[in-house]
């Protein structure tokens, strides 16, 4: 579902999600994001427990989720910016579409990343 900004810009607003292994780390990436204006916010939970393939093992850790509220105009920039500052070799970082929101939500949103 396309969104409408403010300006006659249409645009598609994303969640986009990460995990680190620390509090603090996934707060830095958060942080890192939202004052470079690549997400309006973004919203730091855990901890959750991960558990997946790696290197020919199952692996469990402990880890904490970032969830970062963007535009699909943004997404290309916010996913260098994830790459460069995070340690993982491989982070996850996965991008859902927002399908229905409150048009208030979606301008703040849209207004938040529309200037670099």
């Not at 607003?13 to 994001?33: F, I, N």
């Not at 939970?45 to 790696?54: E, L």
Request: charged share 20%; proline share 3%; with cysteine.
């Amino acid at each position: 579902m396309n969104a409408q900004y403010g300006e006659g810009v249409t645009t598609l607003a994303l969640t986009v999600l990460t995990t680190t292994d620390s509090h603090e780390k996934a707060e830095a990436l958060a942080r890192g994001a939202v004052e470079a204006r690549l997400a309006a916010c973004a919203q730091v939970s855990g901890p959750v427990t991960s558990v997946y393939h790696w290197q020919r093992a199952i692996e469990t850790a402990e880890e904490w989720q970032v969830v970062f509220k963007t535009t699909e105009a943004r997404y290309e920039a916010l996913e260098d910016h994830l790459l460069a500052a995070h340690d993982y070799d491989t982070p996850e970082i996965v991008a859902t579409p927002i399908v229905r929101a409150s048009s208030a939500y979606l301008a703040w949103l849209g207004r938040e990343v529309a200037h670099p």
